[in-house]
């Protein structure tokens, strides 16, 4: 209840902060899309960390609830937010038509079978130019799309759902059950669980909700192309986040993302050239030395300060 | 069917390429268990050796095959003993070590940009643009050299494999890593050769896709998805097996075109690996998924 | 669950005015922003563009500067690169206009990066003139903000295919005349693929098309494409693409084997690049459809750019150069009507804008009727064994014969 209402109070700080603080209208713009990528970095996470299956295809939801929400938008005009979420259903049913048969598959074989998936639908996608605008990509309609300004907000709750999702799934017997999936998936049959419709309703809610972020997105951006909605790279930043920030921890994705963009914004003018590097050290780093991200460093040093205190006052 | 023999002969061509590339995959996983993300990394890296060779030394690519073996031989035992040592062996050790030779691609990757800027490069040998008239049908020349060091390089493998005492206890360590310990041999030293050996295959695959593709540092990505789908097809781990997952997948591929449009034919060797995954585990040749 | 999140809280505080005071003030300098692929895929003519937008800025400063109401102010040019990736272009684009506040925009280069691009310039209401983006959609979505030098891809396609049926008329060669269309999937390739089916549409009985394929941007193996052309035994090889794109997948044609009666590759073929990456052996007799060409050199403006531009850079310009300064210099022109960097007003000034030019025709207008896209003849040319790309099509322009089919064919 504590955490519930730390939660709703951090919520309520950054929904006000911009109309109070001398915010610079462009960090404002950043700070709404970090909103989205902690959400979709969230997301992921329900499948690499609670469940332990890493998929280096999630690119591939990204663009279809992009894609297909920007398409709902030409086509019937429906408000963006309603259009995004038709967007991430669409990604969510796309996520079960692959990963369905692919789920039974673990470790490495599920990790090398997703990045088929995302590599085979980048390649579908660009080539499909009737609804995807092939390589020039897609354009949204300036009018009835939210400005970046606005868009602060509808990130800041499309987090929160992550963020509720996210504990909704830690705290449930379903997350119990993931958890003994992850541990061993034929034990946990043993124990009742079942296994198969454990991991379709984690991969759909985890596709549907990356594919919203795919249209909050398209909302921002005005404009979506396939290389860059589909793209590896996308697919991967989502890993990076999970892992700087703590893989399989409940919220230690929303650190990981804020380190990500604050070193893709900080590069991105006069030094992009040494974003990649910087990423792969910190991967090598943290896989060689805190599996466990931000959130096991940031234990480990309140382990250490606690063991120092306490010291202190035995002496 | 001069349209199919000229087809089929392109096939078996780029077959030779596709199993060049993947042999360094191939061993790693047989032997150690990891699945190298940085074995693209290290094809654009060697690539981009070739290219240097050629520009500063006049160097052929071909030439610099054995350059490009040694150098990347050692990049392979650094790699090894500053990084992968560390990790554990099986299924827990198979995420981290994922993850931690994806963070090393990208670090390749980086390092390609600052060096060579993000520019795509060729290398113009006399011979780039020379075919020959094959069964009546115009083939690279480069392309039939390729083949022909790819079709060396297996016997080499092979022979050294099946010939040699450090091969030999690569296959004994691959079949069996405890009881190798307990005969005496030193596994961790031929885990460290083989990581070393995979690299150096790499390398090699590297400097053959030089001569035939143009490439900037992103280059690599597709060439070790097609390696996992090779190895995959041809049932994780055999080198034989590897061979004629490359034929499938090229075969697959040229011949694709009567049914796709040329612009998916890339896709196929996709969704062919996520079938096979998850159709038959074991590859299309039934070898068993060893665990 | 999501949805009613979405849906009970879907309120957001609306924009707030954004300070225009002053924006009427003489600057003390013009500040213009833009990008360009100065790496990547596009970096060759990314960094061409940079040449003829530098050349611009700096011949205007010589000059004192832009005549804003009788005041010479100097104008800064601040160019980042976009690495040829879209999603760069836009971010920092709009970089450009919040964080450093620039008065106005010069466009990035190819017809993918500025499709991204012009959104950012249309939704922040920022004048954004670009001399790289020919495909007809970039200027086809109602932006007003957005004007285009480049003539568009589909006229480049029918005066290529104009020459091409002159010859078949002549019985040089065969009719009907078997046509393969090759083209990048992007909107560049669109038009030409349109345009080139088009003309083949209306003489259905000369032309048959047997290839209409497409490829990916920044593709690194064509060898599926060229063995679907090849088995169709085509004519014509009429294929669209970038140069990086055009030096790979001629490289794979001539190396496999293949030869075409007619090749082309939309707008390449006669850069200095080209021969440098395929050799004079690898580049010969392809047909080439540019939007300017040295040759053209006869009027004053024109031997003036030359001039200027030899004289700092020891080579030729190409049309990229002349199109980046040909951008930047309308541009300069219109903050200069305008009197005034007021966005409005410029936006105004460049509508209502026709300056002498250098490109063919003469005059440079962005005409409101085709989106404020500039119209105007191609040149067609043609690469010779002995390494001259004469001027072969129109004919009251040509500076050379042209020469079909290929007599390097073994057929």
């Known amino acids: 209840m504590i955490r519930a209402g730390g939660f709703l109070a951090a919520l309520v700080l950054l929904w006000i902060s911009p109309l109070v603080l001398p915010i610079s209208e462009y960090t404002h713009h950043i700070v709404g899309l970090t909103f989205m990528f902690m959400a979709a970095a969230l997301a992921w996470n329900w499948l690499g960390g609670f469940v332990g299956q890493i998929s280096f295809g999630h690119a591939a939801m990204f663009g279809v609830g992009g894609f297909v929400a920007a398409r709902v938008m030409l086509a019937t005009g429906l408000p963006f937010g309603l259009a995004w979420i038709v967007g991430g259903l669409a990604a969510g049913v796309f996520a079960l038509l692959w990963g369905h048969p692919t789920l039974r598959l673990r470790g490495p074989y599920f990790s090398i079978a997703t990045i088929g998936v995302g590599e085979a639908t980048r390649l579908g996608a660009t080539y499909w130019s009737g609804f995807t605008g092939g390589s020039s990509g897609l354009s949204l309609p300036l009018d009835g799309n939210p400005t970046k300004y606005e868009l602060y907000w509808y990130g800041l709750y499309l987090l929160a759902a992550a963020v509720a999702i996210s504990w909704w799934l830690r705290r449930s017997r379903i997350g119990l059950g993931l958890l003994a999936i992850k541990e061993d998936v034929e034990a946990a049959g043993d124990l009742g669980v079942n296994p198969v419709l454990y991991q379709d309703v984690v991969l759909f809610l985890s596709g549907a909700m990356v594919g919203v972020c795919g249209g909050f997105y398209a909302s921002y951006q005005a404009f979506i192309d396939p290389s860059d909605m589909f793209s590896f790279d996308r697919s991967i930043s989502l890993i990076l986040m999970a892992v700087i920030g703590g893989i399989g921890v409940a919220l230690g994705p929303l650190w990981g993302a804020v380190v990500f963009v604050i070193i893709q914004e900080f590069l991105l003018a006069s030094y992009s050239q040494f974003y990649l590097g910087l990423y792969g050290a910190l991967l090598v780093l943290i896989i060689l030395f805190e599996p466990l991200g931000l959130t096991g460093l940031a234990a480990r040093l309140a382990r250490f300060s606690r063991v120092a205190r306490f010291s202190r006052i035995t002496r | 069917m001069g349209e199919f023999t000229t087809l089929a002969i392109s096939a078996v061509l780029l077959a030779g390429f596709y199993a060049a590339m993947a042999y360094g995959l191939g061993l790693i996983y047989g032997v150690l268990r990891i699945v190298n993300l940085a074995h693209g990394g290290i094809i654009m890296a060697a690539a981009y050796l070739a290219w240097q060779l050629f520009e500063r030394f006049r160097i052929d690519p071909f030439l610099a095959i054995p350059i490009a073996l040694v150098v990347f031989f050692g990049v392979g035992v650094v790699i090894y003993l500053g990084l992968v040592r560390f990790i554990p062996r099986g299924p827990a050790g198979a995420v981290q070590s994922l993850l931690l030779l994806f963070g090393v691609w990208l670090i390749i990757r980086n390092a390609a940009y600052l060096l060579f800027t993000g520019n795509e490069q060729v290398i113009q040998t006399s011979y780039a643009t020379s075919s020959v008239t094959i069964l009546g049908g115009g083939f690279s020349v480069t392309r039939i050299a390729v083949f022909g060091v790819a079709i060396v390089a297996l016997l080499g493998l092979h022979l050294l494999l099946t010939r040699t005492y450090l091969g030999k206890a690569i296959r004994a360590v691959a079949q069996n890593p405890d009881s190798c310990t307990l005969a005496g041999i030193n596994v961790e030293r031929v885990y460290l050769l083989t990581f070393g050996l995979g690299t150096a295959l790499a390398g090699l695959a590297g400097v053959l896709a030089s001569t035939l593709f143009a490439f900037t540092p992103s280059f690599g990505a597709g060439e070790l998805l097609k390696s996992f789908v090779i190895i995959v097809l041809g049932g994780l781990g055999s080198i034989i097996g590897i061979a004629l997952g490359a034929l499938v997948l090229a075969f697959a591929e040229v011949f694709a075109v009567y049914v796709v449009p040329p612009y998916l034919t890339s896709a196929v060797g996709f969704v062919l690996l996520v079938v096979v995954l998850v159709l038959r585990p074991g590859g299309l040749f039934g070898q068993r998924v060893l665990r | ?411």
């Open chain 3, 1 to 411: 669950m999501l949805t009613a999140l979405l849906l009970v809280a879907g309120c957001a505080p609306s924009q707030r005015e954004s300070g225009g005071s002053g924006a009427d003030d003489v600057p003390e300098k013009i500040v213009i922003g833009a990008t360009l692929p100065l790496t990547g895929a596009e970096s060759k003519s990314g960094g061409r563009f940079k040449q003829g937008y530098e050349l611009a800025v700096e011949l205007e400063n010589a000059d004192g500067g832009i005549d804003v109401r009788g005041t010479k102010v100097p104008v800064e040019l601040k160019l980042l690169d976009d690495t040829t990736d879209q999603a760069k272009a836009i971010n920092l684009a709009q970089r450009l206009i919040t964080q450093d506040g620039v008065h106005a925009l010069l466009g990035t280069y190819s017809t993918a990066l500025i499709e991204a691009q012009s959104t950012v310039a249309e939704q922040n209401k920022i004048p954004y003139v670009n001399g790289g983006g020919a495909a007809t959609s970039i200027y086809g979505k109602g932006f007003t903000y957005v004007f285009g030098a480049l003539a568009p891809v589909r006229n480049l396609a029918t005066t290529e295919m104009e020459w091409i049926n002159a010859q078949q008329a002549a019985g040089k060669l065969p009719k009907p005349a078997k046509v393969a269309v090759v083209w990048e999937n992007t909107s560049h390739g669109e038009d030409f693929a349109e345009g080139v089916k088009g003309f083949a549409g209306a003489h259905a009985t000369d032309y048959q098309v047997v290839v209409d394929e497409s490829f990916a941007l920044d593709g690194k193996d064509f060898s599926a494409i060229l063995s679907t052309v090849r088995s169709a035994d085509a004519d014509l090889v009429m294929v669209d693409a970038h140069l990086p794109d055009f030096i790979t997948m001629q490289r794979q044609f001539i190396s496999s084997g293949m030869c075409a009666p007619v090749i082309t590759y939309g707008a390449r073929g006669s850069e200095a690049d080209a021969r440098t990456a395929l050799g004079q052996d690898g580049i010969n007799y392809i047909l080439s459809a540019v939007w300017w060409n040295k040759q053209l050199g006869n009027t004053a403006l024109n031997s003036a750019f030359i001039k200027e531009f030899t004289s700092r850079h020891g080579t030729d310009p190409e049309w990229y150069q002349a199109l980046g300064y040909e951008a930047a210099r309308s541009l300069f022109t219109a903050i200069s009507t305008a009197g005034s960097v007021d966005r409005t007003k410029v936006r105004d000034a460049l509508a209502t804008l026709t300056m002498d030019s250098i490109l063919p025709g003469g005059k440079l207008s962005y005409p409101a009727a085709s989106g404020g896209q500039a119209s105007y003849p191609f040149v067609v040319q043609q690469n010779l064994p002995d390494g001259s790309s004469p001027i072969i099509y129109p004919a009251d322009i040509a500076t050379g014969a042209g020469v079909a089919p290929n007599p390097g064919c073994k057929r």
